[in-house]
């Protein structure tokens, strides 16, 4: 099955600077891969996803880099700030049949104002 | 629209006592799951459904029981709870299996003493 590892577990950034986060997926066979973010006492929340057909894709702030012949994807967030501050999950999947997600360990972003 | 909900959100156990945990989603997904979060491992898969009267195991499903009597609620059990199953609780629903975005409820935190 997939396996899914994610660096760093906690990551403390200056409000403005920019923050980057990268997992490494085991399953070739992978062509999807959503992030998540999540606040305290809330469920994870999906904020920018990647296909395997794309090699970055960007929104606002955030953007995420696929490099499938490596097998890793990374999160970058610039220009940070307060409410940036979350637990990001990375996760991978086939995008088709039956399986579901697999999540990293996640990581714990702090943002200094 | 509510989402996804859960019930209770939180909840003490003694060792060997029984309880189920209700999810219900209102966006009419066919598909529903079941995570565990703990500290340092991320968001581990239990059980998940593909549609109303399905189930099948995911990663981590010993020790639970799941039902999808209904297409909007997917039920978690635990027959007799042990201190290793206290968690944060987390059910998601999503439109389909592939690359689609997982909804969250807010969790339900679960004590076994």
């Known amino acids: 099955g997939e396996n899914v590892e994610q660096h760093p577990s906690t990551l403390s950034v200056q409000e403005g600077d920019s923050a980057v986060i990268k997992c490494t997926y085991s399953?070739?066979?992978?062509?999807?891969f959503p992030w998540y973010k999540q606040e305290l006492g809330k469920g994870p929340q999906l904020i920018i996803d990647?296909?395997?057909?794309?090699g970055e894709k960007k929104d606002q702030r955030i953007a995420v880099t696929l490099n499938k012949t490596a097998k890793h994807f990374s999160l970058h967030i610039t220009e940070t700030q307060p409410e940036d501050s979350a637990v990001y999950f990375c996760?991978?999947?086939?995008?088709?049949?039956?399986?579901?997600?697999?999540f990293g360990s996640g990581t714990r972003l702090q943002v200094q104002p | 629209n509510a989402g996804v909900t859960q019930t209770p959100k939180f909840r003490v156990l003694k060792t060997g006592q029984s309880m189920t945990l209700l999810c219900a989603q209102d966006?009419?997904?066919?598909?529903m799951y079941w995570y565990r979060q703990d500290p340092g491992m991320g968001l581990r898969l239990i059980h998940y459904?593909?549609?109303?009267?399905?189930?099948a195991k995911g990663e981590v499903p010993d020790g639970y029981n799941v039902s999808r009597l209904k297409k909007q609620n997917f039920l978690l059990g635990l027959e007799s709870a042990a201190p290793s199953q206290t968690s944060v609780y987390f059910c998601?629903?999503?439109?389909?299996?592939?690359?689609?975005?997982?909804?969250f409820g807010p969790g339900t935190r679960l004590t076994v003493l």
């Open positions: 996760a991978a999947k086939e995008d088709t049949g039956r399986r579901a997600l697999t």
């Open positions: 990647i296909r395997s057909n794309v």
């Open positions: 459904s593909v549609g109303e009267g399905t189930t």
């Open positions: 966006m009419n997904h066919e598909y």
């Open positions: 399953d070739s066979a992978s062509n999807y």
């Open positions: 998601a629903s999503s439109k389909q299996l592939a690359g689609a975005e997982q909804f």
